[in-house]
């Protein structure tokens, strides 16, 4: 029977040959990821009440990203309980302050084409651009992982998502996916899994991918998956992971989709999505001359070295615009490092920008930088509900890190590619 990539990798944590969508199965956890707001605190009383123990500690990731830096008893009492936890457990692989979980995970080499995974947050689909089948969960379903190693699974249908073509410099994942939110609706992936494929995709490299299946939480999918190729392989390996397995992970010709759509990269513009929703997204030029306060360059979906270096090109030699405070939290130290390295940063800094920490920061509601009363910020986070980074007043649009910057530079919402030609 042909398979869909998803299908073959719950068959493969099932201990099967074959499933089939709508079946219900347990499946063997490869990996578990946790984080300091839904992590220990969460799940070390549970555990304690049940008298039990982590089944792997090898197999569980735990970051510190949500309530760093810790600046108020509340956000120190919530570190020391992770940093306690850790080891109590015996979690050896505990990142502490070193950047967002999403990030933080991939670069250390952790997750792998085939592997089958949870994270503790809902963007933990980002594993998926691995060629890896890995959603969220909340505490209680993270504290039945760690105790069996096991889950259990609806098995998903496939929505396939094919773009054809190249994008055009200035336009990035981040415009596919507010256009596909756009089209589709915040419920549009139906808790299925989500596939990206076709030529467009394959050009990507691999933080962009990342990008694309971080979001198919906003779409509305259980995971957004690609399948792995030598990018993926090469990427990985340059980051320690071994026995980087690319082709056993790809759909069968003829494997049943709930819905294919086809889409052509070249023809599209960088979007925007107004306040307060991402579904609210359309081309940059229905927002052009719109002014703004804030540009906000944070958060898995919108800080990682490819991002920075999105910024970076439309900042190299330009000021931001008198008037508008420019914030940049890098993903992860490592990233912040090598743009530090390359020149990246500097770009960013000599343009004004401000450089906040390695954390989740405003896009999650923490932090010293929340957005103040009736502040119009353009950010390139994943989401811009109400009162979500801040003040309930301000306004939040979304935008790709080129439109972030460019915004930025002319003090209004403006098509990047001006600023590129």
């Not at 074959?18 to 984080?35: F, Q, S």
């Not at 759909?251 to 052509?264: I, K, M, P, T, V």
């Not at 360059?297 to 990682?304: E, L, N, S, V, Y």
Request: charged content about 20%; overall charge neutral.
């Amino acid at each position: 029977m042909a398979q869909t990539l998803a299908q073959k990798l719950v068959a493969r944590a099932a201990g099967k040959a074959a499933v089939t969508p709508g079946e219900i199965v347990t499946c063997r956890v490869d990996l578990a990821m946790m984080h300091d707001s839904g992590g220990p605190r969460r799940v070390k009383p549970m555990l304690e009440r049940l008298g039990a123990k982590v089944w792997d500690p090898d197999k569980v990731v735990l970051a510190t990203d949500h309530y760093l830096p810790a600046n108020d008893e509340e956000s120190r009492k919530i570190i020391r309980i992770a940093r306690d936890w850790a080891k109590e457990a015996g979690v050896s692989r505990f990142h502490d302050g070193e950047g967002i979980c999403h990030v933080v995970l991939p670069e250390n080499g952790y997750i792998k084409p085939g592997m089958f995974a949870v994270g503790g947050d809902s963007h933990s689909p980002t594993g998926g651009a691995f060629g890896a089948y890995m959603f969220g969960v909340g505490s209680t379903e993270m504290v039945g992982v760690l105790v069996t190693g096991e889950i259990w699974l609806r098995v998903p249908r496939t929505i396939r998502i094919e773009w054809s073509g190249r994008l055009s410099r200035g336009v990035a994942a981040k415009d596919m996916m507010l256009a596909l939110i756009a089209r589709f609706g915040l419920d549009g992936g139906k808790y299925e899994a989500v596939e990206y494929s076709g030529g467009a995709i394959e050009a990507l490299p691999m933080q962009e991918r990342m990008t694309l299946a971080n979001m198919a939480a906003e779409l509305g999918g259980q995971t957004g998956l690609i399948a792995p190729d030598d990018t993926t392989r090469e990427w990985l390996e340059a980051r320690g992971a071994r026995d980087v397995d690319t082709k056993s992970w790809q759909s069968d010709a003829g494997a049943q989709l709930l819905e294919q759509h086809r889409f052509d990269a070249s023809t599209l513009a960088p979007q925007v999505a107004a306040p307060h929703s991402p579904v609210n997204s359309k081309p940059v030029t229905e927002f052009k001359g719109t002014k703004i306060d804030l540009a906000y360059i944070g958060a898995c979906t919108g800080a990682k070295l490819e991002d920075l270096r999105m910024a970076a090109a439309i900042f190299k030699g330009r000021k931001a615009a008198k008037g508008v405070r420019v914030q940049v939290a890098p993903a992860s130290a490592k990233d912040q490092a090598t743009a530090r390295a390359e020149g990246t940063l500097a770009a960013l800094t000599e343009a004004g920008a401000e450089l906040l920490p390695n954390s989740c920061g405003a896009c999650a509601g923490y932090g010293n930088y929340l957005l103040p009363d009736n502040t119009v910020a353009i950010s390139t986070t994943a989401r811009n509900f109400k009162g979500r980074m801040g003040a309930a007043s301000a306004q939040i649009y979304l935008g790709s890190p080129y439109t972030v910057a460019a915004a930025a530079v002319r003090g209004t919402i403006v098509d990047p590619r001006e600023m590129l030609a």
